[in-house]
């Protein structure tokens, strides 16, 4: 054998090396890639495991949280339920005590008005007294005219009349009769009686009627009313009060009737009636005006009094404040009838001028204002 042919190729076993190389590069790769796959698979499972351990976690704390938060609110609605229970009884509370006030406001009302009537009582009682007792005096004297005429008819019957021929004596009696009793004056006369004991007695009627309604405790029912027949009413019942203090002028105008507590808007006209009155020395005049303006109407009461300096105007409503001497009133008057006129929505407006008198003027409105409550 030759040299050559006993010697390795170097050619050729560079390219068995190289594909050796290649093989074992491309068996090494396929066991990376394994190992690789392994390891990912691997990994996978464990962030899942990680993900549920935690997503476990934040689903418990979450638990936590709602049930704390559901505790949280079972407390809050507790506590709402208690407060909603002692707002309705707080409500009813005040319920009761603005009934209350409305009741002691209706004493006060019913008391003021009738401390006022008592210091009318003797005049009304005068005002009473007089045409009791001249329908009294009429009464006799009509009788005593009833009497003459009956005697009179008695002689007309015992005989015919006019009498015949021969019947001197009793035509001459009968003549004798008629002038002793002048029965020309005695028919005109009797009639006046007549007339003037009816209006007499109208007057008491009258008088006991507005009087009795007047002191009636205030009902609260609201009605539709023209303030014109209350004040005349009214003026009636104080007249024994007034007419010695002051002549009375009406300018009434035209006003529509309005909705009020036609008892409560008559104690306005008393107290102003009798402040006025009071405020006027010797003889003076009290002037009542009506009107309609600014969509309500106005009852203005104006005397010629002794006015008010500026700076007492802003008290005159306060309660208890008066000008009057000690024992001459309540202080009550004008602060009640202020009252009564906001609970109507309306008002009472006051000009005075020292030494020229005053005007106190009541607005209301033509209907009751909107319930106010809770």
């Known amino acids: 054998m030759s040299e050559n042919s006993e010697t390795p190729d170097p050619a050729e076993e560079i390219r068995r090396l190289g594909a050796e190389l290649a093989r074992q590069h ?8 394994r190992v690789e796959r392994e390891m990912n698979g691997q990994s996978t499972d464990f962030t899942l495991f990680q993900t549920d351990v935690v997503l476990e976690s934040q689903v418990r704390e979450r638990t936590c949280e709602l049930q704390h938060a559901l505790t949280v609110n079972e407390k ?4 709402l339920a208690r407060a909603k229970e002692a707002l309705e009884q707080e409500h009813g509370e005040q319920r009761k005590l603005i009934r209350q006030l409305e009741d002691t406001h209706q004493q006060l009302l019913q008391s003021e008005k009738m401390a006022a009537i008592g210091q009318l009582a003797a005049g009304v009682a005068h005002e009473i007294n007089n045409p009791i007792g001249f ?19 008695d002689l007309h019957e015992s005989r015919q009349w006019p009498p015949h021929e021969g019947d001197d004596d009793l035509a001459r009696n009968i003549r004798q009769f008629r002038e002793r009793i002048d029965l020309e004056f005695l028919r005109e006369d009797a009639i006046a009686l007549i007339a003037e004991s009816a209006k007499g007695a109208d007057r008491v009627k009258c008088i006991v009627q507005d009087l009795r309604e007047f002191s009636r405790p205030s ?19 104080m007249w024994s009060e007034i007419k010695q203090k002051a002549d009375v002028v009406k300018e009434y105008g035209e006003i529509p009737r309005v909705e009020c507590l036609a008892a409560q808007v008559n104690q306005i006209f008393m107290n102003l009636l009798l402040n ?26 104006t005397d010629s009094g002794q006015g008010m300096p500026p700076e007492m105007l802003d008290r005159i409503f306060d309660p208890f404040f008066t000008t009057k001497p000690v024992g001459s009133g309540t202080g009550l008057g004008l602060s009640v009838s202020y009252g009564i006129a906001r609970k109507h ?3 009472i407006d006051v000009e005075s001028e020292l030494g020229r008198g005053s005007t106190f003027t009541l607005w209301l409105p033509l209907a009751r204002p909107p319930a106010q409550g809770l």
Not at 76 to 79: G, L, M, N, V
Request: proline fraction near 0%.
């Open 76 to 79: 809050i609605t507790r506590a």
């Open 276 to 301: 006025a009155a009071q405020a006027i020395d010797g003889h003076g005049s009290i002037t009542l005006r009506t009107g309609q303006a600014d969509a309500g109407v106005f009852v203005a009461i």
């Open 26 to 33: 491309k068996i090494n790769r396929a066991l990376m890639a």
């Open 345 to 347: 929505g309306g008002r």
């Open 135 to 153: 329908v009294i005096s009429n009464l006799r004297t009509l009788s005593s005219y009833v009497a003459d005429l009956l005697n009179l008819i």
């Open 219 to 237: 009902e609260e029912s609201w009605q539709w009313v023209d303030l014109r027949t209350g004040l005349d009413s009214t003026l009636n019942v």
